[in-house]
């Protein structure tokens, strides 16, 4: 069993990563509940959402189901939601749990965060990537005019995290949530980084996925205890996200997984990083190893000047600036600002390596 503790500016909590402890979830409650209300998706709900249930001793426990996918971070589910809060009479003293990957960790999170002025909520991710979400209190839905624009600040009292739940994730999922696992470890150490990539996501241990996301969850969990609201360095995390922003808008939610943005987004971060340095940052390494394991490489012909543009919504820029996290070694993240004019070069530049190779 791996666990965490991380301070938050209201409280403290335990992250906890172990094989089948879905089934005693009772055991991480820090206190007692009048009612816990479950909210999960129709994918993850027939896998296990009975474990769940068999797991909790108490009569008071009710599950609500919605459609799985990103558009149900809406203002329409999350206003149903509070509606079966309050037809089950749930009260301050209540728990809810976020059984799913991040999309139901942001939704129930920020349920909980607004249902009569915040209740307790427990996070228990069944995505990797949820190692991300899970971690960090920030909770949120969709607007339709961008992502993750209403939400708030809001830790959960704990995150249950248990790794034989990911054995039925779909390949493109693992590929999503493995290259936030590399981010965190070319923002943080070297060793961390080789040994990810020295291994096929396909001949990956369950004890090997146990390290690689306590590793990644303490890289997180480090930077987000220095700074909670994103004033500093909580920027470093955007690690290949600038152009991974751009490219889901451009090709539009659902045709490319997030963490399969991010890997191309961060291969251009080292692409910039590496000519910025004059020194080689892993570009070469990080290209094969994505290619190996099967990562959608490419900008997916998205007009340069329209990625451009997109990239200046993203949440860094300053001033109509596009600033970018870039490293000067792995594990020395920076955060740079960029011209236009740099950045169409770079872009093209990085358009020709990715079809050359
Ligand atoms: N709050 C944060 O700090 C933060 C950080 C990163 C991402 N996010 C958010 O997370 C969301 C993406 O999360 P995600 O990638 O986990 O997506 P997701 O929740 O949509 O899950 C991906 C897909 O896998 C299915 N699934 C989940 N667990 C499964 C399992 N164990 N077996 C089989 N299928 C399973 C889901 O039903 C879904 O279809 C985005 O909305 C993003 O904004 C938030
Ligand atoms: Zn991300």
């Not at 991040?102 to 002025?117: C, E, K, N, Q, S």
């Not at 990625?307 to 020395?332: A, F, P, R, Y």
């Amino acid at each position: 069993m791996k666990q965490l503790r991380v301070g938050t500016s209201t409280h403290d909590y335990t992250i906890t990563i172990d094989e089948n402890i879905r089934y005693d979830l009772q055991k991480f409650f820090t206190k007692s509940y009048s009612k816990i209300l479950i909210i999960t998706d129709d994918q993850v709900a027939p896998l296990y959402l009975d474990d769940i249930l068999a797991g909790l001793q108490t009569e008071n426990v009710i599950h609500t189901t919605i459609p799985s996918g990103e558009a149900t971070k809406s203002i329409e589910y999350y206003y149903q939601l509070q509606t079966v809060a309050l037809e089950n009479r749930l009260d301050r003293n209540s728990l809810i749990i976020a059984l799913g990957g991040g999309v139901i960790g942001d939704l129930a999170g920020f349920v909980a965060a607004t249902f009569m002025r915040g209740i307790d909520y427990m996070q228990v991710p069944t995505t990797i990537l949820a190692h991300d979400s899970s971690v960090g209190g920030k909770v949120a839905i969709n607007h339709e005019l961008g992502k993750n624009l209403i939400g708030s600040f809001y830790p959960p009292v704990a995150v249950v995290y248990d790794v034989n739940m990911m054995q039925t994730l779909p390949e493109n999922e693992i590929r999503s949530g493995y290259a936030e696992l590399v981010k965190e470890a070319f923002i943080s150490d070297k060793a961390f980084l080789q040994e990810i990539l020295n291994k096929p996501l396909s001949k990956l241990t369950n004890e090997e996925l146990k390290e690689h996301l306590y590793k990644g969850v303490k890289v997180k969990a480090k930077i987000v205890e220095q700074d909670e609201k994103e004033a500093n360095i909580r920027m470093f995390l955007n690690f290949g996200h600038t152009l991974a922003h751009a490219m889901e808008t451009s090709l539009g939610y659902g045709r490319i997984t997030h963490g399969e943005s991010v890997a191309v987004g961060m291969l251009f971060a080292l692409h910039i990083s590496e000519q910025t340095y004059n020194k080689p940052l892993y570009y070469d390494e990080l290209f094969d190893w994505l290619q190996n394991n099967g990562y959608p490489l490419s900008l997916f012909d998205i007009p340069l000047d329209n990625v451009i543009q997109l990239m200046k919504l993203d949440k860094k820029s300053l001033n109509q600036h596009i600033q970018m996290v870039l490293l000067s070694e792995i594990g020395e993240p920076t955060v740079e600002k960029m011209e236009d004019e740099q950045l169409k070069k770079m872009l093209q530049s990085f358009k020709k390596e990715l079809t050359a190779k």
